[in-house]
Nanobody, 121 residues
């Protein structure tokens, strides 16, 4: 199972970006897909998660501004719509899956390579 993120970049404060994450490999299902972020010298932190049955969870810092969406047609794709971006949202954003079911077993805790989001004027 591999995760590939895209959509990061430079945006001005108040702007929007949409991140995408696609899981590749022979995957039967994924329970939770989520986004985390990390800045230098700090621990990786939760941004948002979404389960396969539609339950979402957000950190308090992004509630009302970010939206996580699973592609129901493609169980292996998740998006993060980021609106009203602030300088403090600047970080490397990582995609994560908790459990990916494959024909050969369950793959736990997979991470993407990360995509940089910079919010600056």
């Amino acid at each position: 199972v591999q995760l590939v993120e895209s959509g990061g970049g430079l945006v001005q404060p108040g702007g929007s970006l949409r991140l995408s994450c696609t899981a590749s490999g022979t995957i039967l299902s994924i329970y939770t897909m989520g986004w985390y972020r990390q800045t230098p010298g700090k621990q990786r932190e939760l941004v948002a998660t979404a389960t396969s049955n539609g339950i979402t969870n957000y950190s308090d810092s992004v509630k009302g501004r970010f939206a996580i969406v699973r592609d129901n047609a493609k169980n292996t794709v998740v998006y993060l719509q980021m609106n009203s971006l602030k300088a403090e949202d600047t970080a490397v954003y990582y995609c994560n899956t908790d459990r990916a079911i494959t024909p050969w077993g369950t793959v736990l805790d997979t991470w993407g390579q990360g995509t940089q989001v910079t919010v600056s004027s």
